[in-house]
Nanobody
Framework: QVQLQESGPGLVKPSQTLSLTCTVSGGSITTNYSYWSWIRQPLGKGQEWMAAIGYSGSTYYSPSLRSRTSISRDTSKNQFTLQLRSVTPEDTAIYYC??????????????????????WGQGTQVTVSS
């Protein structure tokens, strides 16, 4: 059973860079056809897919966040990381990491479809405030 655990600061000041790490156990981020994403949900709003990294290192970004977002991985630690630059209070949300396995290969359409994800972390609250 794949397990994901988010970690990062609970509070970030406006204009700073938010960095979140997802540690994976029970599976490998390099497993063929696996895709690993960050998804967030502001209080009272719907979920928003942000970015994904595939088993081969390919990356995918939401167009609305691409200019401020970077996703990377450390295969030696079985972790992947999200950086969100120039944060504002509108970035306050619960941030989740999640994974999906697709034997048909990856595509933007697949990785950006939130219901496709079958393993989720518990989520971590991030508040942007001065």
């Amino acid at each position: 059973q794949v397990q994901l655990q988010e970690s990062g600061p609970g509070l970030v000041k406006p204009s700073q860079t938010l960095s979140l790490t997802c540690t994976v156990s029970g599976g490998s981020i390099t497993t063929n056809y696996s895709y690993w994403s960050w998804i967030r949900q502001p209080l009272g709003k719907g979920q928003e897919w942000m970015a994904a990294i595939g088993y081969s290192g390919s990356t995918y970004y939401s167009p609305s966040l691409r200019s401020r977002t970077s996703i990377s991985r450390d295969t030696s630690k079985n972790q992947f990381t999200l950086q969100l630059r120039s944060v504002t209070p509108e970035d306050t949300a619960i941030y989740y990491c999640a994974s999906v396995h697709s034997p048909y290969g990856g595509s933007y359409s697949l990785v950006s479809t939130i219901p496709a994800y079958d393993y989720w972390g518990q989520g971590t609250q991030v508040t942007v405030s001065s």
